[in-house]
């Protein structure tokens, strides 16, 4: 497959089933074209992988997502990334709160922070751990009133105050 038709075959499954729903030659032709885009960088790819996430963790592809996505300077990534953290798939919130780790910006710090209010338990993990990743004044303060009203443990642990 070439990189026009990757693009388009990432357009055509967005998001990617569930992982219950997953077929082994979509997740096949998923992970060559994650490889495609390794080799041959786009930044076109970029909106397209942040918005695949349909499942949990996409038979484990998801993961390897950020190795094609920290090719790209943050400049490209962040408005893309940006648009996912507001995403009402909860994995696509959940995946670029954890893609986030890896591209830390203040201008992720406000969109994070409004993830600490979701209702799922890994994408308020996920956006804990990318905001303390960000050199920013505002994240302690952020955490602080956080902790304070969590009920999760092991959210509060994670925290580490």
Known sequence: MDIEGALVWLGEHQPLPTDIEMTQEIADQFD???KLFLMHSDS?????FLN????RNGWGMYQLIGDVLKKYPSHEILPHLLEGLKSSNQYVKQWCAEIATSFPDPS???PLAALLG??????????????QQIQDMRVRSILEVYYQHEEDESLRELIGF
């Open 32 to 34: 060559e074209i994650r």
């Open 44 to 48: 076109r790819c970029i909106p397209l």
């Open 52 to 55: 695949a996430f349909g499942g």
């Open 108 to 110: 992720l710090v406000s």
């Open 118 to 131: 979701d209702q799922n338990y890994d994408v308020k993990s996920s956006t804990i751990i990318a905001l």
